[in-house]
């Protein structure tokens, strides 16, 4: 029988670094519903709603790391669950969320989304 995957949580500061990495940067991607994400939001995101992740983790790269981020830690680290279970492999949950993200000064967003925010660049 599998047992499940433990899922890492990661240091916001940490996960900042992972995903400015030059080399291999990861995916931060958000799975807070549209409201929190216009409210308070990580510059350069993936924004994909936790109650869409089944239909759309085809969306997310698999040769990046991914690190999930929701407002507290809770629902990133359901999500970070069931990605690891769809086979993705290099998966975390950002600890304490967007919250506390925003808390120790890393950058945040605010306000309407701007034309293609939320999307994966290029």
Do not use: H
Not at 40 to 55: A, T
Not at 57 to 75: H, K, Y
Not at 88 to 93: I, K, M, N, R
């Amino acid at each position: 029988m599998n047992r499940p995957q433990a899922v890492p949580q990661l240091d916001p500061l940490y996960a900042d670094i992972r995903r400015r990495d030059a080399v291999r940067p990861a995916i931060l991607l958000d799975v807070r519903e549209r409201d929190e994400f216009v409210t308070l939001r990580v510059e350069g995101s993936l924004f994909i709603p936790m109650s869409q992740l089944g239909s759309r983790a085809n969306e997310i790269p698999r040769d990046r790391p991914v690190l999930v981020i929701c407002a507290s830690g809770t629902r990133s680290a359901s999500a970070a669950g069931f990605l690891l279970g769809q086979g993705f492999d290099d998966v975390g949950s950002v600890a304490g969320g967007v919250d506390y993200w925003a808390r120790l000064g890393l950058p945040v967003k605010r306000g309407p989304l701007e034309s293609g925010e939320g999307q994966l660049a290029g």
